[in-house]
T-cell receptor, first 115, second 116 residues
Framework: DTEVTQTPKHLVMGMTNKKSLKCEQH?????MYWYKQKAKKPPELMFV???????INESVPSRFSPECPNSSLLNLHLHALQPEDSALYLC??????????????FGDGTRLSIL | AQTVTQSQPEMSVQEAETVTLSCTYD???????LFWYKQPPSRQMILVIR??????QNATENRFSVNFQKAAKSFSLKISDSQLGDAAMYFC?????????????FGQGTRLTINP
């Protein structure tokens, strides 16, 4: 069982829809991450939150809007996505961004398809 | 900037045999962490093993061990007694030890197939 829970597992949406991806962890971690992964490629970092504050935005288009309401929860709000945004979206958490020896724990991901 | 290279896009091994996945990296830093992650079809990235660059002893986790050659910037993963459940995509990853370093730099991955 994964300790990082992502919902939904699968999402199909049109380019004009608004939807959100949710990620939750109860390990007391204070760093949370969003990654995008295309088929047969490694994950690409999108955002990093540290103590509920956005610390890294890897030049992600504004149609992706992250939110960290509390230390256990991370959302990714989606609006006006493009077909090339179809991918697996992975959430991860780690103890914090200072203890770099601590590994990131990943969720199962949300498979997103844009029609 | 650091880079990680996995030169074997695909590997296959017979069940119960041993296989080695290669990984090389490029960095100007002297202290860092290296990881191997496994991603089965279930999609979750699972940490397999971790190596601290300042430790000369190679890390071992049950059937998984690494051959860390710091001077050669090489970090290979050896899987002994391969099992069907080992079939997955394997990613090598680098993380700087500098304070504030928040990125994992991944290699392109190696798809491992286990033949029964």
């Amino acid at each position: 069982d994964t300790e990082v829970t992502q919902t939904p597992k699968h999402l199909v949406m049109g380019m004009t829809n608004k939807k959100s991806l949710k990620c939750e962890q109860h390990m007391g971690h204070r760093a949370m991450y969003w990654y995008k992964q295309k088929a047969k490629k490694p994950p690409e970092l999108m955002f990093v939150y540290s103590y509920e504050k956005l610390s890294i935005n890897e030049s992600v288009p504004s149609r992706f809007s992250p939110e960290c309401p509390n230390s256990s929860l991370l959302n990714l709000h989606l609006h006006a996505l493009q077909p090339e945004d179809s991918a697996l979206y992975l959430c991860a958490s780690s103890q914090d961004t200072i203890r770099v020896d601590q590994p990131q724990h990943f969720g199962d991901g949300t498979r997103l398809s844009i029609l | 900037a650091q880079t990680v290279t996995q030169s074997q896009p695909e590997m296959s091994v017979q069940e119960a045999e041993t296989v080695t996945l290669s990984c090389t990296y490029d960095t100007s830093e002297s202290d860092y962490y290296l990881f191997w992650y496994k991603q089965p079809p279930s999609r979750q990235m699972i940490l397999v093993i971790r190596q601290e660059a300042y430790k000369q002893q190679n890390a071992t986790e049950n059937r998984f061990s690494v051959n860390f050659q710091k001077a050669a910037k090489s970090f290979s993963l050896k899987i002994s007694d391969s099992q069907l459940g080992d079939a997955a995509m394997y990613f090598c990853a680098y993380r700087s030890r500098l304070q504030g370093a928040q990125k994992l730099v991944f290699g392109q991955g190696t798809r491992l197939t286990i033949n029964p």
